[in-house]
């Protein structure tokens, strides 16, 4: 086989999988202290399992935040709204955990220091309109897709839980079609054959024409194998069959897999954690590099010492593709790009939220969409980018 004949694959899971529940209840308790101390310092994780949630982490901050009114709030969103779902937002336990930041750390990110060593991955590339990779924008299509026809009850038995799994046949170089589709969703009995103990045929049927041919239809053939429910049911699901906790899905956040992941996850982390602002910068400054016209595919690497403000090194790879060197795309970046914590900040108006900014990152990634607030997504550098390349 050449070596730009290949399959890849990536996935996504929906708003209800338990470690998506987490990142949630993370984000929005970072949206609430930002919306009121936009200084605050916040690094909260999340634990769920059957019946109770955990809410940890380290929070410095003026602002309050009703941690069991927010983590019911976010459970109502997602639909958790019935023991039949396996966990109710009514009733499940919820423990708070949280303190203040070390003074240990804080000492290094008040003089405008990184919150953390590590190293922070962007990338992207011109195969879909959203510089993505292929397979995770068509992987956080059907999750997305799932969740709607849950909510508007097009489907009424699904539930909140659910993953997507598409795997992608490329020819020389260039996406050519789906060879197989993972569908996993919760389901109520209404979609059960009680005779077979499995989900009905009718149900995996209609899951792959209301969900997955819209979705993917571009891209099907009559080889294309579906994997629906794959177990034979999915009837207990959440936190009643799985734990969940903040950051576990890394790959599903940005670039399923396409290229490697830095050093941490992003949920419940404020911007002075450069695991999660440099990430963002990262997709910026690649985004508008290939927007610009310097390569078809860039990735950038960004890392980071904790306390230092500066970055400890820039890697650029454009695979070949690159108009100039990636050396000199390296030099036009240091020119044009502010790199340190508080740069970034600014840059990107991360202690910016409105309530609700980084909880919509939480769930179908952080990267591909052009939401409001995603910032990192804008490509309002590229036109004047574009004149270094002449």
């Not at 955990?97 to 991955?121: E, K, L, R, Y």
């Not at 011109?126 to 299509?141: D, N, R, S, V």
């Not at 982390?269 to 078809?296: C, E, H, L, Q, W």
């Not at 939480?362 to 804008?378: D, I, L, N």
Request: glycine share 10%; with cysteine; charged share 25%.
């Amino acid at each position: 086989m050449k070596e730009d004949n290949f399959l890849f694959t990536s996935e996504s899971v929906t708003e209800g999988h338990p470690d998506k529940v987490c990142d949630q209840v993370s984000d929005g308790v970072l949206d609430s202290v930002l919306n009121q101390d936009p200084a605050g310092r916040v690094a909260c994780e999340t634990y769920v399992t059957m019946g109770l949630i955990i809410v940890g982490g380290e929070i410095t901050t003026d602002a309050y935040v009703d941690i069991h009114k927010l983590c019911r709030g976010i459970l109502e969103d997602i639909g958790y709204t019935h023991p039949k779902y396996g966990f109710d937002n009514h009733t499940c336990a919820i423990l708070n955990a949280i303190h203040t930041q070390s003074p240990d750390i804080a000492m290094g990110v008040n003089t405008g220091g990184a919150g953390d060593q590590g190293m922070m991955m962007g990338y992207a590339c011109t195969e879909t309109p959203e510089l993505m990779p292929l397979p995770i924008m068509l992987a956080h299509q059907l999750s997305m897709r799932l969740a709607e026809v849950r909510k508007k009850k097009i489907l009424k038995y699904l539930g909140p839980d659910g993953k997507s799994q598409v795997t992608v046949e490329y020819v020389n170089g260039k996406p050519k079609r789906v060879t197989d589709v993972v569908l996993a969703s919760q389901h109520t009995e209404e979609a059960l054959d009680k005779k077979k103990d499995m989900m009905k045929d009718e149900a995996r049927k209609e899951i792959i024409k209301v969900v997955a041919e819209p979705i993917l239809r571009k891209y099907l053939d009559k080889n294309t194998r579906y994997h629906i429910n794959a177990t034979g049911k999915f009837l207990i699901g959440g936190p009643q069959s799985d734990t969940g906790m903040t950051g576990r899905k890394i790959i599903v956040d940005t670039y399923g897999g396409w290229i490697p992941h830095g050093g941490g996850a992003f949920s419940g982390k404020d911007p002075t954690k450069v695991d999660r602002s440099a990430a963002y910068m990262g997709r910026y400054i690649a985004k508008n590099m290939v927007k610009a016209g310097f390569a078809d595919k860039l990735m950038i690497q960004l890392a980071y010492c904790i306390g230092v403000a500066d970055p400890v090194s820039i890697m650029v790879n454009t695979y070949g593709t690159g108009k100039v060197s990636d050396e000199r795309i390296v030099k036009v970046i240091k020119e044009n790009f502010e790199l340190t914590p508080h740069g970034i900040i600014a840059s990107l108006k991360l202690r910016e939220s409105d309530g609700k900014r980084f909880r919509k990152t939480a769930s179908y990634g952080h990267f591909g969409r052009e939401e409001e607030g995603f910032t990192w997504e804008a490509t309002d550098m590229a036109k004047d980018l574009a004149k270094h390349l002449k």
